[in-house]
């Protein structure tokens, strides 16, 4: 059974000037829960029911665990239809060095939308992609939408948030820099170098002009006879990384 003060301190999770007080998440579902007990993040607590600990007690090994009723993980639960498990996971500090940015690289300029956010993240773990430099107004990683719209990915992908000008002024090396607008050169038609950057900006309003001046090429998807004036971000995501990782 919880106490008060533990349901008011896992509760205040769901915000995150909390979450950055307490350096600390929440992860609630059955697939989400096992991806992250197979992974390297830091567990503190599984709140689960008696029935989820028995069926899963062979992957449990020396995770503190707590076994709680339904109505009492609907409690601290997020969801509208609360899980049988409940994790607090520890917050780790992503680890940012230039030279281990290999590869593609996504850069993601002011993404609000945790659902796109989740979904790219998921995409960058499809393509193999393992790092997302995220401007510092972006939606935050540990948002409860954005945990449970990349299904496990958030514990694979390296996320790191950082002031975007800082980081293109501060790089050591010379690489291309691709920028995804409406208008620009078509994907399709584009010789890709093998590690490169690419620039998802806002759903609303594009790359930013601050972040637009380092952008060496413009690129963009080409409409084929369709009404659409434009794509949702993670859409338009995985169609440029299908081409970029195929090249």
Not at 81 to 98: D, M
Request: aromatic share 8%; glycine share 4%; with cysteine.
């Amino acid at each position: 059974m919880l106490t008060k003060n533990q349901i008011k301190q896992i509760k205040s999770l769901q915000l995150k000037k909390n979450r950055i007080s307490e350096s600390q998440f929440i992860v609630e579902g059955d697939k989400i829960v096992k991806e992250l007990l197979s992974s390297k993040m830091s567990i503190k607590c599984i709140y689960a029911t008696q029935k989820w600990i028995d069926l899963n007690n062979s992957i449990l090994g020396s995770f503190v665990y707590k076994v709680l009723t339904i109505n009492e993980l609907e409690i601290i639960s997020n969801l509208k239809t609360p899980n049988h498990v409940l994790a607090i996971v520890n917050i780790i500090p992503s680890k940012f060095n230039y030279d281990d940015l290999t590869g593609v690289t996504l850069i993601l300029d002011n993404i609000n939308d945790p659902g796109n956010f989740g979904t790219i993240i998921r995409l960058c773990d499809w393509f193999n992609i393992s790092n997302i430099i995220c401007s510092a107004d972006s939606v935050d990683r540990f948002n409860s939408k954005v945990v449970q719209s990349s299904m496990g990915s958030l514990f694979i992908v390296n996320i790191i948030y950082m002031d975007l000008m800082k980081f293109f002024s501060e790089m050591p090396y010379k690489r291309t820099v691709y920028g995804s607008f409406l208008k620009g050169e078509n994907i399709k038609n584009l010789s890709i170098e093998e590690d490169s950057f690419i620039i998802m900006g806002n759903e609303s309003h594009g790359i930013s002009s601050q972040v637009e001046s380092f952008v060496d090429k413009k690129i963009s998807i080409k409409n084929i006879g369709g009404r659409a004036e434009s794509l949702n971000v993670a859409t338009a995501t995985s169609i440029l990384l299908y081409q970029f990782c195929n090249k």
